[in-house]
């Protein structure tokens, strides 16, 4: 009886992670990106997005459009981005493209890897931004690079865990 | 054990709880033993779905979106439906708030629902029998426990005795 | 809205449970009860919170997009017909540089444009509207069948209505141009003025305005 007592009270603990991470994949599956949602962390599309904004993706699209902004990720650098599409060149087989950010004074030719000159939107893409909300993803920026911001939130979560029984 | 153990007065959620964990002693004090059967159900799917979101969780870590694509989806199909049978066995009505299920020596079923509102201090519980006659009660706290929050045992058995009693003389 | 059963906060209950003891900490344990207590009250009273700040936030943002969607339509903005593209002269020029499109210093042709345009583009700013990103491009075919392509020649971002009415005359293209292949002069091409606007929040909306200029891609001078 104990033991089960003690199986039930750890599943429900696994169960609020288990089913946030299983939404999150749910999400991903159904826009067929590995990150549906993303947070601003640089102003080169300022003063569209700014940091801390979320921004929502949708990586269906058979085709990217001139305008879309796309969200992309070069190979051997982790940090994606979130850009302008400025031109697009396809035939019935790919999709190349070259992105630029708004607030940038040159296309991203500099961004890519060397002797990259086009995305390619088959692989290259992580998403097209469809939606917007502001400036609430700043939770996790300051999560991310703020200790005390970080330390805070797990200092609550480990009282509210200790003391809520059920 | 949890009977020395001191439950918080101010919190119906936690009375309930003791209650609810000393359900057990009550009812064999009364001749049922207890069946698993429902608990272990639950218990199993639960950790089967723990696992597949443990499993894809590093799957996924290893080998990257693109790669473990459809095995993605087949896990999360897997963990909703999963979830779905669990949802069915712990919310419909049927099973709702069922906190015992047990057995007599004449094999005669027993089920226990309870649950309490926000507000009152009242254990609600809903107990059905094998022939399908159902017993709604209200036990108030005060009268399962003392003053400093230790739980009195006996005065749950006697209550709960007194609601059997009281449909065994309808049924004759 | 709270998924696990909340605890209670109501004195009056409080009250009743407790009418046989003193509510005086005068105990170490009875204390610690106590803080554990409020503590409870506290991390539950705050879980409520975000769950109904984030319920509400989606509520709100739902209203928002629908009462944005609602008035762009009624304002008419996936036709604005107040736009004119004229004077159109192409030029070109051979580069030799990488941030030209260049592959190892092979030659590459590249397209500029000189233009004018007047748009008005008010109709697109509304209470919902952070900003206008609004893009003049060139679509053309390529060599292959089934091949297209679409260039960027002049873009802006407008921030407010009053930036709103574009009278441009003999404004330079932005970008030079290039293609994916070496050449692209002599090839037709249509020019459109078009828009996205940015909301304060909801999803990012595409258009184009009706009207369209035409212009042929030069052939870069011959070298003396």
């Known amino acids: ?166 | 054990m949890s009977a020395l153990k001191r439950t918080n007065l101010n919190s119906v959620v936690q009375l309930r709880t003791t209650v609810d964990d000393n359900l057990n002693t009550s009812l064999s004090a009364l001749g049922y033993n207890e069946s698993f059967t429902l608990i272990d159900t639950k218990i199993a799917l639960g950790y089967s779905t723990a696992i597949i979101a443990g499993g894809l969780y590093f799957y996924d870590k290893k080998y990257g979106f693109d790669e473990t694509f459809n095995l993605t989806v087949v896990a999360v199909l897997a963990y909703f439906a999963i979830s779905g049978i669990l949802w069915y066995y712990t919310s419909t009505p049927q099973y709702k708030n069922v906190k015992y299920v047990g057995f007599n020596d004449k094999k005669e079923k027993i089920t226990i629902a309870t649950w309490t509102s926000k507000f009152e201090p009242v254990y609600y519980v809903q107990i059905t029998t094998s022939e399908g006659q159902r017993i709604d009660a209200q036990f108030e706290f005060m009268k399962l426990f003392d003053g400093m929050g230790y739980y009195k045992e006996e005065q749950l058995t006697k209550l709960i005795k007194a609601e059997l009693e009281k449909v065994n003389k309808k049924s004759i | 809205m709270c998924s696990h059963g909340c605890s209670n906060t109501n004195s009056k209950i409080s009250h009743h449970l407790c009418s046989k003891t003193s509510f005086l900490p005068h105990r170490l344990d009875q204390f610690f009860i106590h803080v554990s207590n409020s503590m409870y009250n506290l991390v539950t009273r705050l879980q409520t919170v975000s769950n109904q700040a984030l319920s509400a936030t989606a509520v709100v943002s739902g209203i928002i997009i629908v009462l944005t969607l609602i008035q762009l339509v009624i304002s008419n903005v996936w036709s604005i017909d107040t736009t004119s593209i004229q004077n159109i002269k192409p030029s070109a020029s051979i580069r030799n540089s990488f941030n030209y499109g260049s592959v190892n210093r092979k030659p590459k042709e590249n397209s500029k444009l000189s233009f004018d345009l007047d748009a008005d583009l008010s109709p697109l700013f509304n209470w919902n509207t952070k900003q206008v990103f609004v893009y003049l491009t060139a679509e053309y075919p390529g060599k292959s069948s089934g091949s297209s392509n679409k260039v960027t020649y002049w873009d802006k971002i407008i921030k407010s209505k009053d930036e709103a009415k574009l009278h441009l005359a003999n404004q330079k293209s932005k970008y030079s141009v290039w293609d994916v292949e070496k050449s692209f002069r002599g090839r037709d091409a249509i020019l459109k003025l078009e828009w996205n606007i940015q909301p304060h929040v909801g999803p990012l909306i595409f258009g184009e305005t009706t009207t369209t200029g035409t212009f042929t891609f030069a052939d870069p001078p011959k070298k003396s």
């Not at chain 1, 962390?41 to 001139?66: K, T, Y």
């Open chain 1, 1 to 166: 009886m104990k033991v089960r007592q003690q199986l039930v009270q750890f599943l429900n603990l696994a169960y609020v992670l288990s089913s946030a991470f299983m939404v999150w994949k749910a999400l991903s599956v159904v826009t067929n990106s590995h990150s549906p949602i993303v947070v601003v962390l640089s102003g080169s599309m300022e003063p569209a997005f700014q940091r801390g904004d979320i921004l929502f993706l949708w990586n269906r699209d058979q085709q990217a459009h001139v305008g879309d902004i796309v969200v992309y990720e070069i190979q051997g650098k982790s940090i994606p981005i979130v850009h302008r599409v400025l031109r697009e060149h396809h035939n019935n087989e790919k999709q190349l493209l070259l992105t630029k950010g708004d607030n940038n004074a040159v296309d991203d030719l500099g961004l890519y890897a060397k002797k990259q000159g086009y995305l390619n939107q088959a692989t290259d893409l992580v998403g097209t931004v469809k939606g917007y909300l502001p400036k609430v993803g700043y939770v996790t920026i300051l999560l991310t690079e703020n200790i005390y911001f970080r330390y805070g939130i797990l200092g609550i979560m480990g009282i509210s865990s200790l003391l809520t029984q059920e």
